[in-house]
T-cell receptor, first 115, second 112 residues
Framework: AQKITQTQPGMFVQEKEAVTLDCTYD???????LFWYKQPSSGEMIFLIY??????QNATEGRYSLNFQKARKSANLVISASQLGDSAMYFC????????????FGAGTILRVKS | ETGVTQSPTHLIKTRGQQVTLRCSSQ?????VSWYQQALGQGPQFIFQ???????GRGNFPPRFSGLQFPNYSSELNVNALELDDSALYLC???????????FGPGTRLLVL
């Protein structure tokens, strides 16, 4: 079974607007972590934000926030005030305690910011 | 920048050859994980090293092997290269179990 599902292959957003990238996950573990990474065309994976399964509040990091809905098993990334430099591939990933520090990634969503 | 470095940046090999990729972890990090990212896909976990010992392995054949050195830098070795080994190889370092992984710029391997 696919652990991480990103249903949006590609998204467009107008500069300065907000955008939500979807991520759903599947796990039987009670303790897990959810991550979002950004991958520009250069290839490097850039860590954006982390949400622990026991965290009661949604994580925020600057313009990034994670909309965590545990019952729905979703962890959507919200980018506010989009900038041209936000154009990249975005990956959602999960770490389950039972599998140590291994990250399982989704297929990614390409985001294009229009001026 | 994360402080994680990888070498070389690009590499071209022929089928059947062997290759060694290198990774230097971020200062203070003792755990290195390796991932393979085929074109158009998300990264796949190869294995992880913690304090010089293998600490978990993904669904990769034994011809993928690794090492971690006392300074926590790491090598990924791939023997008997196949065309499907063409990919971006990413190294990530972290401070230990449960810590966020920070990635290097990757090595692009092309097998002809």
């Amino acid at each position: 079974a696919q652990k991480i599902t990103q249903t949006q292959p590609g998204m467009f957003v107008q500069e300065k607007e907000a955008v939500t990238l979807d991520c759903t996950y599947d796990t039987s573990d009670q303790s897990y972590g959810l991550f979002w990474y950004k991958q520009p065309s250069s290839g490097e994976m850039i860590f954006l934000i982390y949400q622990g399964s026991y965290d009661e509040q949604n994580a925020t990091e600057g313009r990034y926030s994670l909309n965590f809905q545990k019952a729905r098993k979703s962890a959507n990334l919200v980018i506010s005030a989009s900038q041209l430099g936000d154009s990249a591939m975005y990956f959602c990933a999960m770490r389950e305690r039972q599998y140590g520090n291994k990250l399982v990634f989704g297929a990614g969503t390409i985001l294009r910011v229009k001026s | 920048e994360t402080g994680v470095t990888q070498s070389p940046t690009h590499l071209i090999k022929t089928r059947g050859q062997q290759v060694t990729l290198r990774c230097s972890s971020q200062s203070g990090h003792n755990t290195v994980s390796w991932y393979q990212q085929a074109l158009g896909q998300g990264p796949q976990f190869i294995f992880q090293y913690y304090r010089e010992e293998e600490n978990g392995r993904g669904n990769f054949p034994p011809r993928f092997s690794g090492l971690q050195f006392p300074n926590y830098s790491s090598e990924l070795n791939v023997n008997a290269l196949e065309l499907d080994d063409s990919a971006l190889y990413l190294c990530a370092s972290s401070g230990g179990d449960g810590e966020t992984q920070y990635f290097g710029p990757g090595t692009r391997l092309l097998v002809l």
